[in-house]
C-alpha cells in the first residue's frame, strides 16, 4: 500500500526522500550525516511521484516546510 504522503529533506549539498527503504529516522540520520543545515517538507503524495523542485523546495500543492535544522558545528582538535 502507498503512503499518502512522504517527507522530503533538502540542504545545499543533497536532497533525499523517505521511501520502502528509509523511514522518517533514517532520512534524518542521513541528512545529519551529510553535515548541513536541511529543511524538511512533508508533501502529499507518494515517494515517487513526480514534481518540480525550485529554490531546494518541492513545488507540490499541500506541501508543507517542517522546519530547518542546524547542525552544531564541531569543535576544531
Known amino acids: 500500500m502507498k503512503e499518502n504522503h512522504h517527507f522530503y529533506a533538502s540542504s545545499c549539498a543533497m536532497w533525499a526522500t523517505t521511501n520502502e527503504e528509509r ?8 541528512m545529519e550525516a551529510d553535515g548541513y543545515t536541511y529543511n524538511l517538507y512533508m508533501v ?12 531546494y523546495c518541492p513545488q507540490v500543492e499541500g506541501a508543507e516546510w517542517l522546519g530547518t535544522f542546524t547542525l552544531p558545528k564541531k569543535k576544531a582538535r
Do not use: N, R, T
Open 44 to 55: 502529499p503524495g507518494p515517494h515517487d511521484a513526480e514534481y518540480a523542485i525550485k529554490m
Open 23 to 30: 523511514d522518517l529516522p533514517a532520512l534524518l540520520e542521513l
